[in-house]
């Protein structure tokens, strides 16, 4: 994982994660995330923004109970090293605490 504060979007926080794929295709993106406030969060992959408010709904508190997952479409990762960014959609917004990320691979 890398924390990111450079480039057009410096104000906001982001993760950046280089994953390698198996075997390209479609995946679906999951995060287990909580937060008492709503924090939505944009989630690129490759530099492509495919869901503009993921994981923005407030949760009852942050113990582990109270994490909630979200989950893109079908996302196509297309090269052998997917390049998974999540990044706030405003500048100066707080940040969800972030469990877990998982890419499924959905079948052909």
Same mark, same amino acid.
């Given at each position: 994982?890398?924390?990111?504060?450079? $480039?057009?979007?410096?104000?906001?926080?982001?993760?950046?994660? %280089?994953?390698?794929?198996?075997?390209?295709?479609?995946?679906?993106?999951?995060?287990?995330?909580?937060?008492?406030?709503? +924090?939505?969060?944009?989630?690129?992959? %490759? $530099?492509?923004?495919? /869901?503009? +408010?993921?994981? $923005?709904? /407030?949760?009852t508190g942050v113990k582990p109970e109270d994490y909630l997952t979200a989950e893109t479409g079908p996302v196509v990762i297309d090269e052998r090293t997917g390049v998974i960014r999540l990044e706030s959609t405003?500048? $100066?917004?707080?940040?969800?605490?972030?469990?877990?990320?998982?890419?499924?691979?959905? %079948?052909?």
């Amino acid at each position: 994982m890398r924390a990111d504060s450079a $480039g057009p979007a410096a104000k906001r926080r982001s993760a950046e994660w %280089n994953v390698p794929v198996i075997r390209p295709g479609k995946y679906i993106v999951e995060i287990s995330q909580a937060s008492t406030d709503s +924090q939505p969060l944009r989630l690129l992959v %490759n $530099g492509k923004v495919v /869901a503009s +408010q993921l994981a $923005g709904t /407030a949760t009852t508190g942050v113990k582990p109970e109270d994490y909630l997952t979200a989950e893109t479409g079908p996302v196509v990762i297309d090269e052998r090293t997917g390049v998974i960014r999540l990044e706030s959609t405003a500048d $100066g917004s707080s940040w969800p605490r972030v469990r877990e990320m998982r890419l499924t691979r959905v %079948n052909p």
